[in-house]
């Protein structure tokens, strides 16, 4: 079974989640672009996630929110710059439960035969909030998105 690998070097503010699928990268892609598939990964098990606008074409915004079991929220927004597309998607995120700590995503798809790597390369304004960032628990969160994206992508993918 694939392993998330993250790499956050110190005093860098930046954050590279890499993992390999099983699946050719248009399914990866799609996973990213389509709203019902989105939902079904985008997250860790112990949160709903929602959509409540996504454009994705450039300058359009997008904007999400997580809830907990207890009634909890936890909103997300941000616009897509550039026309997302197999080569890359690029984004920024804003969590706005931290209103003006803007980061920015790219997120690349490179194809080796049946697999891909995936690549979220998060560029966040200080090292500070990178710091935040991996306090706050995004490590394991990002570890439990890409396991439910692996169960995801299985659906669609023929077993060999």
Known sequence: MAR?????????PQIL???????GRL???QAHIDPDLL?????????TTTIDRFDPQHGGTWHYTHRDP???EYAFGGVFHGVPSLDGIVQTIEFEGRPDHVCLRTVTFTE??????LSHNTVFQTAGDRDRELESGMGEEADDSMERLEELLARFTPVR
């Not at 998330?4 to 860098?12: R, S, Y």
């Not at 989640?17 to 699946?23: G, K, M, P, V």
């Open 4 to 12: 998330t690998q993250i790499t956050a070097e110190p005093g860098v």
């Open 17 to 23: 989640i890499t993992r390999e699928f099983d699946a």
């Open 27 to 29: 399914l990866l892609f």
């Open 39 to 47: 939902v079904q990964w985008l997250g860790p098990r112990w949160l």
């Open 70 to 72: 207890e009634g909890g």
């Open 112 to 117: 080796h035969g049946s697999k891909t790597m």
